[in-house]
């Protein structure tokens, strides 16, 4: 159900279906002012890039979307599963999922591998940043259980979205960080193990009571594609911040 549309000035993942309540999308690394090795679209304030250019392409992002900067709401993301429930637009430190049932607030995660998740039920979204600590830890089923218990639904009525990341073709991991998960999530490739973090998250959400047709995933892989991609792992950390961002309509 996901499509780039690789064409547009500001290229970005959309869904093919548009609902009328909710804007949802994926950005890429095209399309934006920032320099080497930033370029183009880098959306992240904690990399080296210049501040003004990060606000320039934020600006950019949302006006291609029909989204207001200024009501913008984002998370400190901090590897943990805390999920917030935000009113008003603005930063919440200490979390890594943000909900909310207030129209025309755009929440959105910033990653370069990691996972975003954008999660919808009529009347209700949110948002999730999820690397493997925070996959291990439950994030993905602490943000579904949140949205449902907001929006007064069970996890049959909700759908999740997923955006590029590291995939199990790129994603080499040692023992430590393996035994953490199903071992339907992890497959041995000569000495180390291969992490397939998306799948990960889809046993969560599934065990958890999501529908399997209601989990929808771009499939792209974040550290196969320099051309599309930023990939903190393939950059080794000199590298820009795509957004995953959900909002209902205003
Ligand atoms: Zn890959």
């Known amino acids: 159900m996901w499509t780039l549309d690789a064409s547009a000035e500001v290229p970005l993942w959309r869904p093919a279906d548009r609902d009328p309540e909710v804007v949802l999308a994926f950005s890429t690394r095209r399309g934006g002012v920032s320099a080497a090795p930033y370029d183009s679209l880098n959306l992240g304030r904690s990399t080296g890039d ?6 320039k392409n934020r600006r950019r992002l949302l006006h291609a979307l029909a989204l207001d900067h200024d009501r913008l ?3 400190g993301q901090m590897h943990g599963v805390r999920v917030v429930a935000v009113e008003a637009p603005g930063h919440t430190p200490a979390c890594d999922a943000l909900l909310t049932r207030r ?12 996972m975003s998740l954008l999660f919808h039920a009529t009347g209700t979204v949110a948002a999730a940043h999820a690397g493997w600590r925070g996959t291990a830890d439950g994030i993905p089923r602490a943000t579904l259980l949140a949205l449902c218990a907001a929006a007064g639904v069970a996890p049959q009525r909700v759908t999740v979205h997923l ?11 040692g023992d430590d960080v393996a035994r953490r998960f199903p071992a339907a999530a992890v497959r041995r490739a000569g000495a180390a193990w291969h992490l397939d973090l998306p799948h990960a998250a889809r046993l969560q959400l599934l065990e958890a009571g999501l529908p399997p ?16 991609y930023y990939s903190h792992r393939r950059d080794r950390g000199r590298t820009g911040r795509h957004w995953g961002i959900v909002a209902l309509r205003a």
């Not at 129209?103 to 990691?114: I, M, Q, R």
């Not at 047709?213 to 599309?228: F, N, P």
Request: net charge negative.
């Open 50 to 55: 210049r501040a003004e250019d990060v606000t």
């Open 73 to 75: 709401a984002t998370a």
């Open 103 to 114: 129209p025309g607030v755009p929440l959105a995660v910033s990653t370069a591998d990691c």
């Open 163 to 173: 955006g590029p990341c590291i995939r199990a073709c790129c994603y080499e991991v």
């Open 213 to 228: 047709d209601s989990l929808h995933d771009s499939g792209a892989c974040t550290a196969c594609d320099a051309s599309w």
